[in-house]
């Protein structure tokens, strides 16, 4: 789609299809709320739409995204706009989601700049201030894998960064409480586009393995 007109006219082909007479769905998601039991961090790229990928109805998923999938360390909160953070906090907190899953793709364009140096050399930038955040990430694969090509240092900084973010969520109180007792479970998952795989992260053999 390249035209706000396609948009209003998939509106329409939307609104037929849940606002009908014997459609109950977005009825009872007015009368109930949400009540969504997984959270998902993704990345703004257009391509990896989680409630797409993943084949999800409306309230389904409680989405975040943002440049990269990153999750911030739990950090001051005065002086400084936490969109992320105050998302996290929503949905752990008063949606009481039981899973959170870090949701990380091949060919991030974010990632791509990051291992490139340009996020995060020369001027100052929301992108570049952003994107530090996965700088231990690029520093780790880069002397772990020495001899590794662009391609391949590229997909492993996109996946390290997920395993990145997983830490900083447990920075947050509210969430290490909660795994710690068993009410929230964490997920590392990484979207292959060019293979069309979902990869999940298992902690025994410290590997991303096709689900």
């Not at 998601?29 to 961090?41: F, M, R, S």
């Not at 257009?46 to 911030?72: E, K, Q, T």
Request: with cysteine; net charge negative.
């Amino acid at each position: 789609m390249t035209n706000p007109a396609d948009l209003i006219k998939g509106f329409h082909r939307f609104r037929e299809q849940h606002f009908t007479d014997d459609d109950a769905l977005y009825r009872q998601l007015v009368q109930e709320g949400q009540t969504p039991k997984i959270l998902v961090v993704a990345c703004c790229d257009s391509r990896v739409d989680p409630a797409l990928v993943l084949d999800c109805a409306p309230g389904d998923l409680f989405v975040i995204r943002n440049v990269a999938n990153l999750v911030p360390p739990d950090e001051n909160r005065i002086g400084g706009r936490h969109g992320t953070s105050a998302a996290l906090e929503y949905g752990v907190k008063t949606l009481g989601v039981e899973h959170v899953i870090v949701l990380g793709h091949a060919q991030c364009g974010g990632i791509q700049a990051l291992m490139r140096g340009s996020a995060i050399d020369g001027q100052e930038s929301f992108i570049s201030s952003w994107m530090r955040l996965a700088e231990q990430a690029r520093n780790k694969v880069l002397q772990e894998l020495p001899d590794a090509s662009s391609q391949e240092l590229e997909r492993a900084c996109e996946q390290q960064a997920i395993l990145s973010s997983l830490d900083n969520l447990l920075s947050f109180d509210w969430i290490r409480e909660r795994v710690e007792d068993g009410r929230l479970t964490l997920h590392g998952w990484y979207f292959d586009i060019e293979h069309g795989q979902l990869l999940q992260y298992e902690a025994g053999n410290s590997r991303f393995n096709a689900m």
